[in-house]
């Protein structure tokens, strides 16, 4: 980690127990409390939630990585610390860490393994199903590396058919949506393999319809679900998917390198784990979990980053981020030569926003606006060229002027 002077002053304003910074002088304002559930345009509540962030420049690649705020740093900080003297090992409540994330997301009790990222639990649950030489794996064309490689080796190691189809990118009715998705369907097809959000333009999947008919069919559904925790409030019980996979170090602002698969209760036990260790065998998701040793210290941030998020709470997050990327979205639309190619109605929007420019290819649009201290995340893709811009509770309508400010600005060519 290597952090700036001003950076550093912060944290060890933050952090009581955070030594070796003692020349580091704290600011003098003390800070104000949290405000809990505050309106989407309340500015000022905005950006006291802002000052708990390390973060320089302007930070709207959410999607890819989020920032951890100072008492999720503070938390994994603590342990490492902890950790490294060596005399005792600083305690992990497990069981409350598994009760928090159940509470969180709306789980069943039991039903949460934690891993390192959504690619590993992806991986850990098409390997740990037995699938066969000519089943089918329904996906679309706008899955991550981190959702669909492990459907493409099974597809090259077993023989098991990967299908992908050209989603709707800019429904107007979830009817269509899922009408598509039942379109690829055959007497062959075990799976439908579903980005919650695409990390392409966050398009937002109707995953509700869909667990609904392909249970019907008996298909199973494996949710790449990399995004909604710390996005949207969630239910999982209510979705009924029999596997969500996760990565908390994107929306809910944990450490990197948490991952989460939450599996329903009747699919834990015939799962196979993808890596083997003690536990291998036992009934309950810690079967997925033993993988050698470990860096311990991103669940201490797991755990902070969950009551983070509760101290400011999950709805007002959701309409926060999710009026940014409104406003963005909006703004970006007026812009001459701008193509957003995310949908245009909200309800299928997310909190990312994708577009093209014309004349100016993305990986100039990302440099040009790195050199500006913005950072964003070019999709290249799938021969896709677009550059997303992800809202969160660190972003303010001040950045999204100014990088929509630096578009109109940018020279094509
Ligand atoms: C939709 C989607 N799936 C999977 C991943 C992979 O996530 P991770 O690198 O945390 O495994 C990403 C990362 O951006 C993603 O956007």
Request: proline share 8%; glycine share 8%; aromatic share 6%.
């Given at each position: 980690m290597s952090l700036s002077r001003r950076e550093l002053v912060m944290l060890a304003a933050a952090l009581p127990g955070f030594g070796g910074l003692a020349h580091a002088k704290a600011p003098t304002a003390a800070?104000?409390?949290?405000?809990?559930?505050?309106?989407?345009?309340?500015?000022?509540?905005?950006e006291r939630i802002g000052q708990e962030f390390v973060i320089t420049g302007s930070h709207l690649n959410t999607g890819t990585y989020g920032s951890c705020p100072l008492p999720v740093l503070e938390a994994t900080i603590q342990y490492l610390r902890g950790f490294e003297r060596m005399l005792?090992?600083?305690?992990?409540?497990?069981?409350?860490?598994?009760?928090?994330?159940e509470r969180f997301l709306g789980a069943w009790p039991g039903s949460v393994a934690i891993l390192r990222n959504t690619?590993?639990?992806?991986?850990?649950?098409?390997?740990?199903?037995?699938?066969?030489?000519?089943?089918?794996?329904?996906?679309?064309?706008?899955?991550?590396i981190g959702g669909k490689c492990c459907w493409e080796m099974l597809a090259a190691r077993r023989g098991v058919v990967y299908r992908t189809f050209a989603p709707i990118l800019d429904p107007t009715r979830e009817a269509d949506m899922a009408a598509a998705w039942m379109a690829q369907v055959t007497p062959r097809t075990r799976v439908f393999s579903i980005s919650h959000v695409h990390f392409t333009t966050g398009l937002i999947q109707p995953v509700q319809a869909l667990v609904r008919m392909a249970r019907e069919h008996g298909i199973i559904t494996v949710i790449d679900g990399a995004h909604p925790p710390?996005?949207?409030?969630?239910?999982?019980?209510?979705?009924?998917?029999?596997?969500?996979?996760?990565?908390?170090?994107?929306?809910?602002l944990a450490p990197k390198g948490t991952g989460l698969l939450v599996v329903r209760p009747d699919r834990i036990g015939t799962t196979w784990p993808l890596v083997a260790s003690g536990n291998w065998n036992s009934?309950?998701?810690?079967?997925?979990?033993?993988?050698?040793?470990?860096?311990?210290?991103?669940?201490?941030?797991l755990g902070a980053a969950i009551a983070f998020h509760q101290a400011i709470g999950s709805k007002a997050?959701?309409?926060?981020t999710r009026?940014?990327?409104?406003?963005?979205?909006?703004?970006?639309?007026?812009?001459?030569?701008?193509e957003v190619v995310s949908p245009s109605r909200p309800e299928f929007r997310s909190a990312m926003v994708a577009f093209r420019y014309a004349g100016r290819s993305a990986e100039a649009m990302q440099g040009y606006l790195n050199s500006r201290m913005i950072r964003t995340r070019r999709i290249s893709e799938g021969g896709l060229e677009y550059i997303r811009l992800s809202t969160h509770i660190y972003n303010f309508p001040r950045d999204l002027d100014r990088v929509v400010e630096l578009l109109r600005e940018m020279p094509a060519g």
């Open positions: 800070k104000t409390p949290l405000p809990f559930n505050p309106a989407p345009d309340d500015e000022a509540a905005w005792t090992q600083p305690h992990i409540d497990g069981p409350g860490l598994h009760t928090q994330l690619t590993e639990a992806m991986s850990t649950v098409a390997a740990g199903l037995d699938l066969a030489a000519g089943d089918e794996v329904v996906s679309t064309t706008h899955e991550h710390g996005l949207f409030e969630m239910n999982l019980q209510e979705l009924d998917a029999d596997f969500y996979a996760s990565s908390p170090h994107k929306w809910l009934p309950g998701t810690s079967r997925f979990e033993h993988v050698g040793t470990m860096g311990e210290s991103v669940l201490a941030g997050i959701e309409e926060r009026s940014l990327a409104t406003r963005l979205d909006a703004m970006l639309r007026e812009v001459p030569g701008v």
